[in-house]
């Protein structure tokens, strides 16, 4: 079947050929605007028998999708470390309320707590469940090489800044991602002032019914031991520093959730 988001040309047996305005895959409903009428209708995929505009049915899946990117930007990041580009990093963290979590992508120099931060390269689970693309042009459903190419094609500038080695953080990614793929991502915020020390990297699964991660347990990437002895100096530290290897023209953010 194929995948479908806001802008999917549909038909609908009473309405004729419209297009989808919102998608919401947790739930089955989409939004869908018909000619020049000014409202949009709610359709459910389940018993509305919305259709491509080829004629070809879709279908809502029952079992439940995935309500965040995070293990495909997992195996996209894979494939891009086996290629070359080492040095391009994923950064996780919960919002506020705990039922999503946000992602960050960056390049260049590994710093976690000073992340260049570039348009498309960051998002959240709570967009991805209405519109379940990445922000840089990809379309649903894509493959992590398909992925990939779409980066590349959307800001080349930032990919060559991931070009070079850091085998510390590939082989450590490699192993994670062994670990925890298709089913389960890594979350790396956490409270540090008010743990004792370091336990192992928390898993989160990246769709609800399943099982909480039982797994071996994980350790956590290169350079994080390091923030867990002085988080007060290290935010200090990111606060004067500058990132060397990031372009001149692109925001750093410094990440205050510790």
């Known amino acids: 079947m194929k995948p479908i988001a806001p802008g999917t040309v549909i038909f609908h047996r009473f309405r004729g050929y419209g297009v ?28 509305d028998d919305v259709q491509h505009a080829d004629g070809e049915r879709i279908l809502f899946r029952r079992s439940p999708p995935d309500r965040m990117p995070h ?68 379309a649903p ?18 990919l060559s800044q991931a070009l070079g080695r850091d085998e510390d953080y590939a082989q450590w990614f490699e192993s994670v991602c062994a670990a925890l793929l298709p089913h389960y991502s890594f979350t790396l915020n956490l ?36 923030l867990w002895t002085s988080p007060t100096l290290q935010i200090q530290t990111a606060l004067s520093s500058t990132d060397a290897t990031s372009d001149a023209n692109t925001p750093v953010i410094i990440d205050r959730s510790f």
Do not use: C
């Not at 989808?20 to 000014?38: M, P």
């Not at 743990?195 to 290169?222: E, H, K, N």
């Open 141 to 158: 459903g894509e493959t992590p090489e398909e992925l990939a190419s779409s980066l590349a094609r959307f800001d080349p500038q930032g």
């Open 20 to 47: 989808l305005t919102a998608v919401n895959l947790l739930t089955g409903w989409v939004s869908a605007r018909f000619g020049s009428e000014d409202r949009t209708l709610d359709l459910n995929l389940s018993s």
């Open 191 to 226: 409270d540090q002032q008010a743990s004792a020390g370091p336990f192992p990297l928390p898993i989160i699964p990246v769709r609800s019914g399943l099982p909480a991660y039982f797994g071996v347990d994980l350790p956590w990437p290169p350079g994080w031991r390091n």
């Open 71 to 138: 293990a495909r930007l997992m195996a996209m990041l894979r494939e891009l470390h086996r290629a070359g580009y080492q040095r391009l990093y994923l950064y996780s963290w919960p919002k506020p309320s705990g039922l999503h979590w946000r992602w960050h992508l960056f390049s260049g120099q590994r710093n976690w707590m000073q992340r260049p931060w570039r348009e498309g390269w960051y998002g959240s689970g709570a967009d991805y469940n209405v519109n379940p693309v990445m922000g840089w042009g990809d």
